[in-house]
C-alpha cells in the first residue's frame, strides 16, 4: 500500500482542485465506497489524501433556468430528505430511499455514488432517466458531460485525475410527468441492487410521451432502454404493451453472472419488475 504523505481539507473549491492539478491525490468524500476498497487491497492511496468535506460550495442545492443543481457532496439522506429535491425531482428522493442503511446514507454522497461508477450504483439509474450531466472542475477548467456518457466500464468513468465532480445538473422534468424506481437484490435490506429500473415518462389522456427507462446492474455501465422506450413512446398502457416492452427489456440488457445473481435470473427480474412498474403506473 502507497504511504500517504499529506493530508489535505481545504476550505475552497481552488485549493482542492491546485491539489489534484498534478494527478497525484485521492478524493475523499463520504468514504462508505474507498475505505472498503482500500482495506480489501483493491485501491491504493496517492500521495495525498484530498478530504473535500469542508467545502460548502459543493453542498448546494440549487434551482434555476429550467434545472436543478445538486452539489456532489449532498448526501443519500439529504437527496431523500430534502424538499426542493423532493419535489423537483422526486424519482431522486425514491432511489434514495432504497439505498443502504441510515448510517451510510448519511456519510455517502451523491458525487461519491456517480464517481465510483459501479453498474449497480442506485442514484446513477435515476440520474440516467433523467438526463443528468456531471460537473466536472479541474485547476485548468470546467467541463459538462452527459450521465450517458459518463461510464467506460464497471469503476471508470471519463473524469480524469485532476478533476472533481462539483455537481449534477438536471434539467426539470416536465408537468404531469410520471415517474418511478424499483430495485431488486437478494436480501430485503442493506443491499446492492441485483438489478434496478428506473422509469419516466409525461403520462397525458392516457398516452406516454417523452418516456425514459434505465437499468442498472444488467451490464458493464449502467444503460438506458432505447429499444423499451421505443415501444413505449406514443402508446397507450394496456396489457398488450405492458407485455411487449418488458419482453423487449428483457431482451435487450446484457448481464453478467455474478455472486448476487445469474444472468437467466436477472434477465426474469427486468422483465417482471418492468412489467409491475408500468401496470403501477396505469393503475395509479
Ligand atoms: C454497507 C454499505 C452499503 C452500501 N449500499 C449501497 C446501496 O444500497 N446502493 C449504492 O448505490 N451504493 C451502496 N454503497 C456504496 C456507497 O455507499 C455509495 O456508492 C456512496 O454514494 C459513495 O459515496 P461516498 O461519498 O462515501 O464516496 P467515497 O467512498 O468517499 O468515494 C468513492 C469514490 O469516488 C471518489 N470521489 C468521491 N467524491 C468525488 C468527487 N466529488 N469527485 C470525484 N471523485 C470523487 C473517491 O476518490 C472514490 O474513488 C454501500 C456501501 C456500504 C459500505
Known amino acids: ?56 460550495e459543493l453542498r448546494a442545492v440549487e434551482v434555476g433556468q429550467g434545472r436543478i443543481s445538486i452539489g456532489a457532496l449532498v448526501t443519500i439522506n439529504e437527496l431523500k430528505d430534502n424538499p426542493v429535491i423532493a419535489k423537483a425531482v422526486p424519482l431522486l428522493a425514491e432511489a434514495a430511499d432504497h ?61 480524469r485525475p485532476d478533476e472533481l465532480i462539483t455537481a449534477l445538473s438536471l434539467p426539470l422534468p416536465r408537468l404531469r410527468t410520471v415517474s418511478r424506481f424499483v430495485k431488486f437484490g437478494t436480501r430485503p435490506a442493506l443491499d446492492i441492487s441485483a438489478v434496478s429500473i428506473g422509469f419516466s415518462a409525461t403520462l397525458d389522456g392516457g398516452r406516454l410521451s417523452d418516456v425514459r427507462v434505465a437499468f442498472g446492474a444488467v451490464g458493464p455501465v449502467p444503460m438506458r432502454g432505447r429499444a423499451t422506450e421505443a415501444v413505449l413512446e406514443g402508446a397507450a398502457l394496456d396489457a398488450a404493451i405492458i407485455a411487449k416492452a ?21 434477465r426474469e427480474l427486468i422483465h417482471n419488475l418492468l412489467g409491475k412498474v408500468l401496470s403501477d403506473v396505469v393503475s395509479r
Open 1 to 56: 500500500m502507497t504511504a500517504i504523505e499529506r493530508y489535505l481539507a481545504p476550505a475552497g473549491l481552488d485549493d482542492a482542485l491546485a491539489a489534484l492539478a498534478g494527478g497525484n491525490a485521492t478524493i475523499l468524500a463520504g468514504g462508505t465506497d474507498l475505505m472498503p476498497q482500500i482495506n480489501a487491497g483493491k485501491v491504493a492511496f496517492r500521495p495525498i489524501l484530498l478530504n473535500i468535506r469542508r467545502i460548502p
Open 246 to 266: 418488458a419482453a423487449t427489456a428483457q431482451g435487450e440488457v446484457k448481464p453478467i453472472d455474478d455472486l448476487r445473481a445469474s444472468a437467466w435470473y436477472r
Open 99 to 159: 439505498f443502504a442503511s441510515d448510517q451510510v446514507r448519511n456519510m455517502g454522497t451523491i458525487g461519491g455514488n456517480v464517481a465510483n461508477a459501479s453498474p449497480a450504483g442506485d442514484t446513477l439509474v435515476p440520474l440516467l432517466v433523467l438526463d443528468a450531466e456531471v460537473e466536472l472542475a479541474s485547476a485548468t477548467g470546467r467541463r459538462s458531460v452527459p450521465m450517458a456518457e459518463f461510464f467506460t466500464g464497471p469503476g471508470r468513468s471519463v473524469r
